[in-house]
């Protein structure tokens, strides 16, 4: 492949692999600061445009879009939050937000955080270069790496750079270029999965309903006014195919009922998704002139949305430290990149597998584990320091940078 012909060659400071929020949002903060790049992905726009993720943003990130000019849709169509509720032992319990730590958070999909970077990208002449294929990235332990890729038209692309930036996800190949006995990897697995759906139907409650039942857990979120997101714990290996919208409807229900009576209004599931989750982090997240960023370092499970967050942080860390590195300190500034990112990080997984093991039931629990569970919950909902800790880490974290 590596001597394949290459049709053309486009020299910029920063190539970055990956079109996901971390991969924009750092061109675009890089784009602001006068620093060329080129952002590749394998996926199409309309590809990253439909695919279903989290949908809540810190205030911080709320306002790094509007502040940094990606875009102000988010104070116009997202929905600023003030709490959550946390359903167990049928009854809701209010996190209020607010109240404990003046602090709030905006739902506002990932979807719609990726159309306003890219067509920021697009105002503000920036290259992204998406649906390619046979991406090699080259040369990291130089200073002078390259990123080679096919374009949908077959035309071969290479790219020359003095950094390269692994934003490439979660199944990234970036992060595996940093050579197996100089990098460490954690990890953790988890016996059960999310069946996300989209429902055509009103909006069941005001704000997010997290709930924990002896049959699971549930997440009750919202899209628009007529098209709702929710969630429901389910075995890794499930199959949408025997999933029929009454069996959903009746699985989600029974998880958030309660002696308040409560039901979720129903409606046509239009899409249905099984989504395999994961604790995951690699260091060094720097390696020669490649940096990782996002879920090419460092993935969460869903449950309290921290990973759309975790990669705007990172892109605004490592944008700050590469403008440094560019901008005469060379390689030295980029020593700097992961103690800031990983001190969130690593905060960021503690809260979300703590939240994900308190909400959830572990196939084959026993009845002690399931009370001692209530008991936690008990703790959380039912004291003000545990609600306020729930509160803080919810909303986010001081920034690193
Ligand atoms: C959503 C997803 C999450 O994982 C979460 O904790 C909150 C909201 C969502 O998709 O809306």
């Keep these: ?8 060659v486009t020299s910029v400071p920063v190539a970055v692999v990956g ?12 784009g602001r ?15 990253i445009s439909t695919t279903q993720r989290a949908g809540i943003l810190e205030a911080d990130a709320a306002r790094d879009l509007v502040e940094t000019g990606v875009s102000d849709r988010v104070l116009r169509e997202g929905h600023e939050h003030e709490g959550i509720e946390l359903r167990f032992g049928g009854r809701p319990h209010r ?12 739902l506002y999909p990932q979807t719609d955080v990726f159309t306003d970077l890219a067509d920021a990208r697009d105002r503000d002449g920036g290259t992204v270069l998406y649906g390619i294929r046979d991406t090699e990235v080259l040369d990291v332990t130089t200073d002078a790496p390259r990123v080679r890729c096919t374009a949908p038209d077959g035309t071969r692309h290479e790219i020359r750079a003095r950094y390269v930036v692994g934003a490439d996800g979660s199944r990234s190949m970036c992060r595996d270029l940093v050579p197996e006995e100089r990098r460490v990897r954690y990890g953790k697995e988890y016996p059960f999965a999310w069946f ?8 069941s409650a005001a704000e997010l309903v997290y709930a924990h039942s002896e049959h699971g857990f549930a997440l009750i979120s919202r899209r628009t006014d007529r098209v709702q997101r929710m969630y429901f714990q389910c075995a890794p290996d499930e199959s949408v195919d025997a999933w029929p919208d009454d069996r959903i409807w009746e699985t989600l229900q029974a998880r958030v009922a309660g002696e308040d009576g409560f039901r979720l209004t129903e409606g046509p599931v239009l899409e249905r998704t099984v989504l395999r989750f994961r604790s995951f982090v690699q260091e060094p997240m720097r390696w020669g002139s490649l940096a990782l960023a996002g879920d090419a ?4 499970p869903p449950t309290g949305a921290r990973g759309l ?7 605004k860390v490592l944008a700050h430290v590469l403008l440094r590195a560019l901008g005469g300190e060379g390689d030295t500034a980029l020593d700097d990149y992961q103690p800031r990112a990983l001190r969130r990080i690593w905060r960021a997984q503690n809260f979300s597998s703590w939240m994900t093991r308190l909400l959830h039931t572990e196939p084959g629990g026993t009845p002690f584990d399931l009370r001692r569970r209530l008991g936690e919950l008990e703790n959380v909902a039912g004291t003000r320091a545990g609600r306020t800790y729930l ?4 909303t986010g974290w001081p920034t690193g940078a």
Excluded: C
């Design 1 to 8: 492949m590596a001597e394949a012909t290459i049709d053309t």
């Design 297 to 300: 370092a460092h993935t969460v």
């Design 309 to 315: 967050n975790l990669a705007l942080h990172d892109a």
């Design 391 to 394: 509160a803080e880490q919810y």
């Design 33 to 47: 600061a006068g620093v060329g790049t080129v952002v590749v992905d394998t996926r199409t726009r309309h590809g």
């Design 196 to 203: 996300g759906i989209m429902a055509e139907a009103p909006p």
């Design 19 to 30: 079109a996901g929020p971390a991969g924009l949002m750092l061109a675009h903060r890089l």
């Design 95 to 106: 996190i209020d937000f607010k109240d404990l730590v003046g602090a709030s958070v905006w």
